[in-house]
């Protein structure tokens, strides 16, 4: 069977393609990043008879259903969706969605004297020798020989059969060819995606999370609009809460459901340490729920394989979208998941960033400290500091910057209270911390009574048994500060 078929296909044929559900239109490429003027060029091009590329489809697999009997993949449509968008926006007249996600209408005039187009204005609508829109030349009621008349009555000493030629030409440009490439099911990512560079000129890489996005956005029997938008848009309004008034009002059937719901909270947090994209969720969701790391292989139960059999399954496809809508954050993850992802080292992991957002929530003071608030530490670039220092887990054997340098093991404090610390023991400077609180001294900063010692280890997130602890407690400490550490993350989550 061969990888690809290449045919030419008319634009009629595809818009009619599109609109039957034939060719699904994914939207991994929204919204409509083309300008009005590249619109225009893209309708002067087709009335001459230029080429103008093609558009890349890539065929899902046909699926067994639990009768027997096979279901006939669609079509996505993974590269096109501007020329298609631009095409149903002038010639249709449907609205476009703009990358703050609101309407427009882009209105392409012709002035059929000088076979001219050009972009709408205010100056185009009242001189009478341009059509301002010519959608209108599109609409199944469009009358050529009506038209010609009043044209040339509004503008003298226009000659009616040229006129005619020249309309009938532009309407004409829907049976223009546009070159079609339909991949074929079996071809994998990775050489979807070499298809893909080495024929868009632009050199637009696409990613495995574009084309998870695509199978999810297409499927309509399994809630796929609804899924691919949730993610869209808070990933979206992660980064651009003001454009949540526009999303809810040019999107009301979506933000009427529970998804839109569960999401808006999004808008009103303004200190994010970490901004998600729409990878970076599915391969949370997918890990969590599948526990699988490749988002290739996400794509393959989406379009329902068998990874036994190499069959493709309609009830595969039909679990893979349930278990990915289930992908919220359960008891599982809390408990176990998200604890094991605080077992590591990276002060960049984006857990870890989670920790420090919920303290900066929460308005946390750094450790041991009365008025220090750990967000202006960070604000000024302050240090990370060890609770048990690092200098005396080396004198103890713990040799190895994996095991010393642990997230866990880390807190912002002030660095005068850092140096009087120094490389003690946490069983030693927290009982001179303990003697402080009793004699009111100041040598560990301002906090003055048990109280705040206790309240201020509760913030932090450090067990009560530091007291006691010193380097044959160690693994202990940082598995005890993992769990406290997750229950601050959660109770974050769960108050936004």
Not at 336 to 363: D, E, K
């Amino acid at each position: 069977m061969s990888k690809y078929t290449v045919n030419n296909s008319t634009i009629e044929s595809i818009l009619g393609w599109i609109h039957a559900g034939e060719i699904a239109i994914p939207e991994i490429q929204r919204p409509f990043v083309w300008n009005a003027s590249k619109v225009r060029d893209l309708m002067d091009s087709l009335y001459r008879g230029f080429p103008v590329g093609y558009i890349i489809t890539w065929r899902n697999p046909d699926t067994k259903l639990k009768d027997g009997t096979q279901a006939i993949g669609k079509k996505i449509l993974i590269d096109g969706q501007q020329r298609i968008t631009a095409l149903t926006a002038a010639l249709l007249g449907q609205e476009v969605v703009r990358a703050d996600y609101k309407k427009k209408r882009i209105r392409i005039a012709f002035n059929p004297i000088e076979e001219r187009f050009e972009v709408a204005n205010p100056a185009i609508e009242k001189d009478s020798a341009w059509i301002s829109d010519i959608a209108s030349f599109f609409q199944p009621q469009f009358n050529l020989f009506e038209f010609v008349n009043n044209y040339c009555q509004q503008n003298e000493g226009v000659d009616s059969n040229q006129t005619g030629k020249v309309v009938n030409h532009l309407v004409n440009i829907r049976f223009s060819s546009l070159g079609m490439i339909e991949l074929s099911h079996e071809l994998d990512i990775e050489t979807v995606t070499e298809i893909f560079i080495r024929i868009n000129s632009q050199g637009v890489v696409l990613s495995q999370a574009d084309f998870a996005m695509s199978k999810i956005a297409v499927n309509e029997s399994y809630n796929g609009i609804n899924i691919r938008k949730m993610i869209d848009y808070f990933c979206h309004l992660a980064k651009n809460p003001a454009d949540y008034e526009a999303i809810r009002a040019n999107d009301t059937t979506f933000s009427s459901t529970d998804y839109f719901q569960k999401i808006k909270w999004i808008k009103n947090h303004t200190e994010s340490l970490y901004v998600p994209d729409y990878s970076d969720l599915l391969r949370v969701a997918f890990t969590f729920k599948f526990l699988r790391g490749k988002l290739a292989n996400l794509v393959s139960l989406l379009s329902g394989r068998d990874f036994e059999t190499r069959e493709y399954k309609e009830e595969i496809a039909e679990d893979s979208f349930k278990i990915l809508e289930e992908g919220e954050l359960s008891d599982a993850f809390w408990s176990n998941i998200l604890v094991s992802r605080l077992n590591t080292s990276v002060t960049s992991s984006p857990f870890f960033h989670l920790f420090l957002m919920a303290q900066i929530r929460s308005n946390d003071k750094a450790f041991l400290s009365k008025a220090t608030e750990i967000k202006h530490l960070i604000e000024e670039r302050g240090d990370l500091h060890h609770i048990f220092p690092k200098k005396y887990l080396q004198s103890n054997g713990f040799n190895n910057r994996n095991q010393y340098n642990q997230i866990a093991n880390y807190v912002y404090t002030q660095q005068e209270i850092n140096i009087v610390i120094k490389h003690k023991s946490p069983d030693i400077y927290m009982k001179e911390v303990e003697e402080q609180c009793n004699k009111k001294t100041v040598k560990y900063g301002e906090i003055q009574s048990i109280d705040e010692l206790l309240e201020n280890l509760e913030s932090n997130c450090i067990p009560s048994d530091i007291f006691s602890m010193n380097a044959s407690n160690y693994e202990l400490f940082l598995e005890e500060r993992r769990k406290l550490m997750t229950k601050k993350i959660r109770d974050f989550y769960l108050n936004l």
